[in-house]
T-cell receptor, first 116, second 116 residues
Framework: ETGVTQTPRHLVMGMTNKKSLKCEQHLGHNAMYWYKQSAKKPLELMFVYSLEERVENNSVPSRFSPECPNSSHLFLHLHTLQPEDSALYLC???????????????FGPGTRLTVT | GENVEQHPSTLSVQEGDSAVIKCTYSDSASNYFPWYKQELGKRPQLIIDIRSNVGEKKDQRIAVTLNKTAKHFSLHITETQPEDSAVYFCAASRGWITGGGNKLTFGTGTQLKVEL
C-alpha cells in the first residue's frame, strides 16, 4: 500500500494493558506526526518528529510514549490509559524544512482505540 | 498558542447551491491555512491551502479567501454535489519553524450535507 499506513485499525484495551500503534509512510518524507481525534473536538496535535527527532510534544500525558526509529516509521506506545483516551489516533507525514516548502500533511487511516 | 474557531458546525445545502465555511485564527504569525475534507470513516485529505502572501486561491469548484488583517479565512464550494458531503476542517500554522516543526492547529469541523 502506498501513502501512509497504520496498524492496527481497531484496538480495544484495558486500562492496565500495554499496546503500541504503528505508522509507516512510503512517501519519502522526513517529518511525522501523531494526532488524536475525538468526537466533536478538533484534531489535536500530540507529537511532531523531524529527521527522527521529536520537535514538538503538545503537553501529552506520559502514558503516551512516541518512538521514531527512522523517518519511515512512527510508533505510539500506550500504557495505563484512561477511558477518556478512547479516540481515533491519526498519523501523518510531510516534507520537512530541509526537503522543501510544501507543508501538506498526508494522513493515515487511523487506529480506532477503545479503552475499557 | 494558536486558537482556530470554525463556523458553522453543520451546514445543509441543496445540490447545485454554494457552501461557505468560515474560520478565524488568533496568532498573527500564522502564515499557512489548509482545508481538509474527511469523509465518513476515511482519513482527512487536503483539498486546498493558502499562504499569507495571497488573498485568494481557486481550484475548480473550490476557493479559499484570506483576510490577514481580520485574521479570518473562508472555504467556498460552488455547484455543490452529493459527493461533497463530508466534514471539512480548517487549520492554521506558522509553517516550518527551525527546530519547531510544522504545528497545525485545527478548527472543530463543519459537517456539510448536500441534499438532492
Amino acid at each position: 500500500e502506498t501513502g501512509v499506513t497504520q496498524t492496527p485499525r481497531h484496538l480495544v484495551m484495558g486500562m492496565t494493558n500495554k499496546k503500541s500503534l504503528k505508522c509507516e509512510q512510503h512517501l519519502g518524507h522526513n517529518a511525522m506526526y501523531w494526532y488524536k481525534q475525538s468526537a466533536k473536538k478538533p484534531l489535536e496535535l500530540m507529537f511532531v518528529y523531524s529527521l527522527e527527532e521529536r520537535v514538538e510534544n503538545n503537553s501529552v500525558p506520559s502514558r503516551f510514549s512516541p518512538e521514531c526509529p527512522n523517518s519511515s516509521h512512527l510508533f505510539l506506545h500506550l500504557h495505563t490509559l484512561q477511558p477518556e483516551d478512547s479516540a481515533l489516533y491519526l498519523c501523518a507525514s510531510s516534507q520537512d524544512l530541509i526537503q522543501g516548502p510544501s507543508y501538506e500533511q498526508y494522513f493515515g487511516p487511523g487506529t480506532r482505540l477503545t479503552v475499557t | 498558542g494558536e486558537n482556530v474557531e470554525q463556523h458553522p458546525s453543520t451546514l445543509s445545502v441543496q445540490e447545485g447551491d454554494s457552501a461557505v465555511i468560515k474560520c478565524t485564527y488568533s496568532d498573527s504569525a500564522s502564515n499557512y491555512f489548509p482545508w481538509y475534507k474527511q469523509e465518513l470513516g476515511k482519513r482527512p485529505q487536503l483539498i486546498i491551502d493558502i499562504r499569507s502572501n495571497v488573498g485568494e486561491k481557486k481550484d475548480q469548484r473550490i476557493a479559499v479567501t484570506l483576510n490577514k488583517t481580520a485574521k479570518h479565512f473562508s472555504l467556498h464550494i460552488t455547484e455543490t454535489q452529493p459527493e461533497d458531503s463530508a466534514v471539512y476542517f480548517c487549520a492554521a500554522s506558522r509553517g516550518w519553524i527551525t527546530g519547531g516543526g510544522n504545528k497545525l492547529t485545527f478548527g472543530t469541523g463543519t459537517q456539510l450535507k448536500v441534499e438532492l
